[in-house]
């Protein structure tokens, strides 16, 4: 975190006449008790208080300072106190208490979110309808381990005539550009952003699952808008969904989303576990879709069990009167 400036923040307080007040109550009471105090007191109360200058600039902060206000260290040595020039007393060593609870007290006001997680406020996470209908999402996240392509699965649902919305990393769309184009061109699937890094939407570096989130809003704003851009580019058409690398946002997160035109989805079914369930698994949980789900499922992870357990779902859910759809069908809520 970028330290404050010091001269800028350092009259720790709007209210001059306490800290005022204090030190020269201090003041007093060393020259109680030490006389070696006096002539450092006269020159104080002459001078006036130096701060007065930085005190009003407190003003153009635009917080709360006094909140994180507490009175300069009370285990200081009176006369060490004493001892130091006035013009310094609150800059330098006798504040630096005061110093960290200001910048913890900022970085709480504007650097600590108030939401974390996959089901925050405005991320979406079912299609609203009562329906008896399914939204499959598949996510492509890209990296070294993540840039597979699992054909069977998507041979198995054109073979199906079942639609599903694709989330994709930019990462995988460079690994994967031709196989991206190709199923760009099939109405069954629809495109959806699932990031330029796969980072959690973080304002402060959260991690998820053991990856770093963004740190600060123009990262968030990178993480969303540079594969939204690549989408559009290659598509000619703008992703309408996001879905961050993990699933994870904080509420600032959500917002750039929204600013960026896309809206923050997930899921309310787990259907795969980033392709780590076995197939009975996957079957079991596509099985417990519930009129106006959206699964969440992977296509990038070829060696895994998710086809064969979407193969062993789908004609029982057919079965069931169930009908998949794309994001797009409906609204989600
Ligand atoms: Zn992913």
Redesign the pocket.
């Known amino acids: 975190m970028r330290k404050p400036q010091r001269d800028k923040y350092l009259p720790i307080g709007n209210n001059k006449t306490t800290i005022t007040s204090y030190i020269k109550d201090m003041l007093v009471v060393n020259l109680m008790k030490n006389a070696l105090s006096f002539s450092i007191l006269s020159m104080l109360l002459l001078n006036g208080c130096n701060g007065d200058r930085d005190l009003s600039e407190i003003e153009d902060l635009g917080v709360e300072p006094q909140k994180v206000i507490s009175l300069p260290n009370s285990d200081k040595n009176e006369m060490q106190v004493l001892q130091e020039p006035h013009s310094s007393f609150m800059i330098q060593e006798s504040t630096p208490t005061n110093d960290q609870e200001l910048r913890e007290y900022l970085y709480n006001k504007y650097q600590v979110p108030k939401e974390w997680g996959e089901f925050i406020p405005g991320v979406k996470t079912q299609v609203s309808t009562d329906e008896k209908v399914i939204a499959l999402t598949l996510?492509?996240?890209?990296g070294t381990t993540?840039s597979g392509y699992d054909a069977e699965l998507i041979y198995f649902l054109r073979q199906e005539n079942v639609p599903a919305t694709l989330?994709v990393?930019s990462r995988w769309i460079d690994a994967n550009y031709w196989t991206f184009w190709a199923l760009n061109r099939i109405p069954l699937f629809e495109i959806a952003n699932?990031?330029t890094e796969?980072r959690p939407l973080s304002i402060n570096g959260r991690s998820a699952w053991g990856i770093k989130g963004t740190e600060n809003v123009a990262q968030m704003t990178d993480e969303v808008l540079l594969n939204h851009r690549k989408i559009e580019q290659i598509t000619g058409k703008a992703p309408k969904y996001f879905?961050s690398?993990?699933?994870f946002y904080d509420d600032v997160g959500v917002k750039v989303v929204y600013e960026i035109g896309e809206t923050p989805v997930n899921y309310n079914v787990l259907g795969d576990a980033?392709a780590t369930f076995s197939k009975e698994q996957v079957r079991d949980a596509l099985l417990n879709a519930k009129p106006g789900s959206i699964v969440l499922l992977?296509m990038?992870k070829p060696n895994s069990e998710t086809a064969e357990g979407i193969k062993l779902a789908v004609p029982e859910l057919k079965n069931r009167g169930y009908r998949f759809v794309k994001l797009s069908d409906y609204p989600l809520k």
């Open positions: 996510d492509a996240c890209g993540g989330f990393n699932h990031g796969h879905r690398g993990t699933a980033g992977h990038n």
